[in-house]
């Protein structure tokens, strides 16, 4: 029997929108939410492993009510219960508070856990911190951007790229992963798993209260990092007119730009 928890995030549908200026916070309530899709793979893995050898799947996010969505999703394609962390004292926190509310509440909930997944990052932030920082916070290995694993017994032999060289490596659980996006692709919840997911969903809502967290560890206060400034990158184009015959068009190609062509591909072309 394996016991795995996923952790899983709602993020909003489209990049775009307002910000508070105070708080430097995404004002979620303003769009629609989805399954972070990185999360979704992290699902998709421990749907996998539960094809394979006897487990149970608990999903659990943070956030607020409506992220309860996700948790219905998530039953629907596979995991056997959900836990929704939603309380305004959550509000406005950083990776670190997120991952000490998070670890608490998988001691609380799932004291017993082999394996614990996550998502590689959220597509709302790109931090890539809170999958490690739970491992920090459980006192368990971790593994990050993992590709393809195995289970064997209370073993996970994984594979992932790591600076352009594969690495395989194997850890004892139990252990944390972050699931890269390429492999596990998520499947569609079938009609039947809607179905069972909404007659019996299996969810527990908890509050700050109900995991008796450190008041001072958790949202805003327990946060401490702060956003200084948020802006949309715009990209700048300058478009270039070369003239002459085609031996010339290159040469002055080579000249202008061939210090980021080297760059680019890794190869001094002065040498080639």
């Known amino acids: 029997m394996i016991n795995i928890v996923v952790c899983i995030k709602q993020v909003p549908m489209v990049s775009e929108l307002p910000w508070n200026p105070k708080t430097g916070t995404l004002r979620r309530e303003l769009a629609e939410g989805m399954m972070n899709p990185a999360c979704a793979h992290a699902l998709e893995a421990a749907v996998q492993i539960k094809s394979r050898q006897k487990s149970e799947i608990t999903a659990i996010t943070m956030g607020p009510p ?18 929704l962390l939603t309380d305004n004292a959550f509000a406005a926190a950083d990776t670190y508070a997120t991952s000490y509310t998070l670890a ?4 609380m909930q799932c004291p017993d856990v082999d394996l614990v997944l996550c998502g590689s990052h959220a597509s ?18 971790a593994a990050a951007y993992v ?25 004892k659980l139990p252990g944390l992963m972050t699931i890269m996006t390429r492999s596990f692709a998520p499947r569609y919840p079938s009609l039947e798993g809607l ?26 206060k327990g946060s401490p990092t702060r956003i200084i400034n948020v802006y949309s990158p715009t990209a700048e184009k300058q478009n270039v007119v070369l003239k002459g015959t085609a031996k010339k068009v290159v040469a002055q190609i080579f000249d202008k730009y061939g210090e980021k062509i080297s760059s680019a591909i890794g190869k001094d072309l002065k040498r080639v």
């Open 195 to 220: 179905a069972d997911a909404f007659e019996q969903p299996h969810i527990k809502i908890l509050s700050a209260d109900d995991i008796n967290l450190d008041p001072n560890k958790i949202g805003r």
């Open 147 to 171: 590709e393809d694993f195995e289970v064997k017994g209370r073993t996970v032999r994984m594979q992932r790229i790591s600076d352009n060289f594969l690495e395989i490596m194997e850890m």
């Open 124 to 141: 709302d932030s790109e931090t890539a911190q809170v999958g490690p920082q739970i491992a920090e916070e459980l006192d368990i290995p």
């Open 66 to 83: 409506m992220a309860e969505e996700v948790l219905y999703e998530a039953i629907a394609v596979g995991a056997d219960r959900g836990v």
């Open 104 to 107: 608490r509440t998988i001691e």
